[in-house]
């Protein structure tokens, strides 16, 4: 089948797990045969992805990747546009106009600004991307998350195709009962107007029906997942000393705990003193977590890297002991896949979605930073604990590929194109946004 993705993240443009999990999923769609189109903001930076073919928005060629053996093919079967814009999925619409009007931070390219205002950007690149719809055939929309929403809705106009919604995260999730109800406006309208729901877990299945009413039959849960590739890699490096890592990755925002990571790391060195903690990834506590750590005198062993990426990523994870994803409110987190690929024990929130799968993470309430803290000293001071970790991760990696979850999408693909066919004087609304 032919696919019109819309996301917001894709190698190398990456602030999060989304642009890991849509390289994923479209390699092992592109592997069953199926053709995607993926439209993304502005992508100036050579593409990772060896399997396809990174083009502007007028066609030309930025770059090209060798392919590995066996994945010629596959350059025929993906193909990205990437749109002038500066969006994130992470960005609140208050942080988005920080950055444009202060020039900070990694999103900044002058000729890629719209303008100001978050809610406005969303909609012109929904027009922006509506302009590709009209040139491409496709069977199938597949859209990521509530800023695809405009964009979605205005290529099912022009086309009459099905819109599948693929949700990673939830306002609810990014920020808790304090949310932009323009976004929960838009949020809501994608869900409700999405032919299918892809949701990432269980519990953001229950929290779509919960708190947006949808019927739940709507609703598939498809986890994420690393490719067999991934999976068998193993990486470690030589390290001097007998000083154990533990690591934070990710966005040091509200959504993702570093709070508790803080205060757990505390109460460690209290009975440890041979530990080094790392908080890799930058966000707006970042600040108030420096802050928090000088107050606990815990600077000498306490580091902060900023943003990671790439190889940095990966040296990272192999230099690390233990890996602690203490989230608030997780609809997933495929960050404890990627400590696994690494042979790197895993503590992990029980508020999150991979959680769900996991059976040999161990598991805590991430308000509870006793517990978080009595777990990571029993890792550390126990290495057979952790190499029976280590080892069982690896099995489970295994059985959580992105080739399973790809065959499960392509079912929903085939429901939704049937459906769609067999509907008679279907009338198509637009987004409101998109109206003006």
């Not at 999923?25 to 995607?36: C, V």
């Not at 000729?111 to 491409?136: H, M, N, Q």
């Not at 959680?355 to 550390?380: G, Q």
């Amino acid at each position: 089948m032919r696919i019109l993705m819309f996301g917001w993240e894709f190698p190398p443009r990456m602030s999060g797990g989304l642009g890991t999990a849509c390289f994923g999923m479209t390699k092992a769609l592109a592997g069953l045969g199926h053709r995607i189109t993926f439209v993304l903001p502005h992508a100036g930076e050579t593409s990772d992805a060896p399997f396809l073919d990174l083009v502007s928005a007028s066609g030309i060629p930025l770059s090209g990747t060798d392919p590995e053996e066996g994945e010629t093919e596959l350059l025929r079967r993906l193909t990205v546009h990437p749109l002038p814009a500066l969006l994130s999925p992470y960005l609140s619409a208050d942080r988005y106009r920080s950055l444009f009007l202060s020039g900070e931070g990694r999103f900044l390219d002058t000729a890629a600004v719209y303008g100001p205002d978050l809610i406005a950007e969303v909609t012109r690149y929904g027009r922006a991307a509506g302009a590709v719809t009209r040139r491409l055939s496709f069977e199938i929309i597949h859209a990521h998350d509530w800023m695809t929403v405009p964009a979605a809705l205005l290529a099912r106009r022009i086309s009459g195709k099905p819109i599948i919604l693929h949700v990673h995260s939830l306002e609810y999730d990014r920020s808790g009962e304090n949310v932009n109800h323009e976004i929960l406006e838009i949020e809501r309208e994608g869900l409700g107007k999405a032919d299918r729901i892809i949701a990432v877990s269980h519990r953001t299945k229950r929290m779509i029906v919960e708190r947006y009413g949808i019927p739940q039959e709507k609703i598939s849960v498809i986890y994420n997942a690393v490719t067999r590739a991934e999976a068998q890699r193993v990486y470690r490096v030589e390290r001097k000393g007998d000083r154990k890592m533990v690591l934070f990755l990710g966005r040091i925002t509200f959504q993702k705990g570093p709070d508790y990571f803080v205060e757990a790391a505390a109460k460690v060195l209290q009975v440890l003193s041979d530990v080094t903690f790392v908080m890799a990834g930058a966000g707006n506590m970042m600040g108030q977590m420096i802050e928090r750590v000088g107050e606990l005198g815990i600077g000498n062993s306490f580091h902060f890297t900023g943003f990671l990426q790439g190889e940095e990523i990966e040296r990272i994870f192999s230099m690390s002991d233990l890996y602690v994803m203490p989230s608030v409110s997780e609809p997933f987190g495929i960050s404890p896949l990627e400590a696994m690929m690494y042979d790197v024990p895993v503590i992990l929130s029980r508020q999150s979605g991979v959680a769900e799968i996991l059976k040999h993470a161990l598991k805590v309430d991430f308000w509870d930073v006793r517990e978080m803290a009595a777990k990571i000293i029993a890792v550390l001071k126990h290495p057979v604990l952790a190499g029976e970790m280590a080892e069982k991760a690896r099995e489970e990696l295994r059985k959580i590929r992105w080739e399973t979850a790809a065959e499960l999408i392509a079912e929903i693909y085939r429901e939704a194109a049937s459906v769609r066919r067999n509907r008679n004087g279907d009338r198509f609304e637009i987004c409101p946004h998109m109206r003006k």
